[in-house]
Structures are given as structure tokens and as C-alpha cells.
Antibody, heavy 116, light 111 residues
Framework: EVQLVESGGGSVQPGGSLRLSCVAS????????MHWVRQAPGKGLVWVSR????????IYADSVKGRFTISRDNAKNTLYLQMNSLRAEDTAVYYC?????????WGQGTLVTVSS | QSALAQPASVSGSPGQSITISCTGT?????????VSWYQQHPGKAPKLMIY???NRPSGVSNRFSGSKSGNTASLTISGLQAEDEADYYC???????????FGTGTKVTVL
């Protein structure tokens, strides 16, 4: 069974940093692209970032470019999102996801709250 | 990076059919077959319902169907059931060298 388990969310002040983790199991992690998606309270879904299978290619939404860094450790089956210079508008539930054409697997999400 | 446009809400009675539109541009929906639809119940992670415009993943009811015309994709739910009440999001690949786009989301209400 495919499982994605996020952790690392919490409350942080504006300008602070957090690192989210997503531990994957039930599939061969090192051959799949992985994604981060966020959803602000009561709002819609937004693709945040994606990374290719070996970590050599990454892409970001304009809203987080230069502040967030996606990475992965294939030996640990773990996806990361380093979030720096956090803003109030980054407050959201962050999901990690594997999307492979006809299949989509998502974690349960981890809540990040940016507030003074 | 503008979100794809969806109606905020659509409603129907049990057994009826409803259609949700998703309007993009020639840089996304209009050019690529990589249009997907997700269903999200409150407090839950999204679930893939349609991929590549009109294909259903294994296990998704055939009451769900997708199509595309020009820059607009559509999701049709036939034989509406109470369990279909949820938020629905379209998603599309974009040529803008950035992450994919989601739609603004549509809340489906079963009357």
C-alpha cells in the first residue's frame, strides 16, 4: 500500500523557517517525480514545487521561488520542503503527492501557520 | 501564474447530471492533453477522478466523465449521488515553464 506521511508543520513567525518532510513507502520512491501542493484555509489547491526522480531538476511556483527549496533523499525515501522567509500568505496545509498519469497518491497534509 | 477558471458552485438533485467547466488558455488547457480532475471532501486529501482529459483511474465510477473543447475542459457527473457532494478541481500542464495549474475549485451540492 502506498503511503505518504508528512511532518514538520507548526507555527512560526513571519520571516522564520520550517522544513517539511514526507516519508514514502509502498512504492519505489527513487523512480518517481514528487510534488508539494498547498491549500490555504478555506481556499483552493496550489501546486508549490516538483522534483524529478534523482533530484537534479526542480521547479517552483512564482509565489515561493527563491524562498522554498525542494529536495529528496532517495536512500531514506524522503521528500523535503525547506521554507525560508515565511509570510502570512504561506499559511496552509501542505501535501506531498505522487502523480503518475493514471495514479495519484497524497499524504494527509501538515499545517503550517505563519503568524506573529 | 493564474488559476484556471471554474464556477464557484454547481448543484443538482440526486439522479441528475451536472457539468463543471474549467477554462484556461492556449498555453495550458487548449494545447495539452494533460488535464486532470480531482475530488476533495472536507478535511481530506484530493482524489484523482479523471486524467488526460477523459480517462478514469481504476476504481473511479463511470458516472464521472471528462472532455475538452478549445481552452475549456469539462467534468460531467451523471446520476448524481449524495456522496458526490465535494469540491472539484481541474488541473493542467502549462507551457509556462512552471508548476502545473489548478482551477479555482467548484463546490458541488446535492440538493
Amino acid at each position: 500500500e502506498v503511503q505518504l506521511v508528512e511532518s514538520g508543520g507548526g507555527s512560526v513567525q513571519p520571516g522564520g523557517s520550517l522544513r517539511l518532510s514526507c516519508v514514502a513507502s509502498g512504492f519505489t520512491f527513487n523512480i518517481f517525480w514528487m510534488h508539494w501542493v498547498r491549500q490555504a484555509p478555506g481556499k483552493g489547491l496550489v501546486w508549490v514545487s516538483r522534483i524529478n526522480s534523482d533530484g537534479s531538476s526542480t521547479i517552483y511556483a512564482d509565489s515561493v521561488k527563491g524562498r522554498f527549496t525542494i529536495s529528496r533523499d532517495n536512500a531514506k525515501n524522503t521528500l523535503y520542503l525547506q521554507m525560508n522567509s515565511l509570510r502570512a500568505e504561506d499559511t496552509a496545509v501542505y501535501y506531498c503527492a505522487r502523480v503518475v498519469v493514471s495514479t495519484s497518491n497524497w499524504g494527509q497534509g501538515t499545517l503550517v501557520t505563519v503568524s506573529s | 501564474q493564474s488559476a484556471l477558471a471554474q464556477p464557484a458552485s454547481v448543484s443538482g438533485s440526486p439522479g441528475q447530471s451536472i457539468t463543471i467547466s474549467c477554462t484556461g488558455t492556449s498555453s495550458d488547457v487548449g494545447t495539452y492533453k494533460y488535464v486532470s480532475w480531482y475530488q476533495q471532501h472536507p478535511g481530506k486529501a484530493p482524489k484523482l477522478m479523471i486524467y488526460e482529459v477523459s480517462n478514469r483511474p481504476s476504481g473511479v465510477s463511470n458516472r464521472f466523465s471528462g472532455s475538452k473543447s478549445g481552452n475549456t475542459a469539462s467534468l460531467t457527473i451523471s446520476g448524481l449521488q449524495a456522496e458526490d457532494e465535494a469540491d472539484y478541481y481541474c488541473s493542467s500542464y502549462t507551457s509556462s515553464s512552471t508548476v502545473d495549474l489548478f482551477g479555482t475549485g467548484t463546490k458541488v451540492t446535492v440538493l
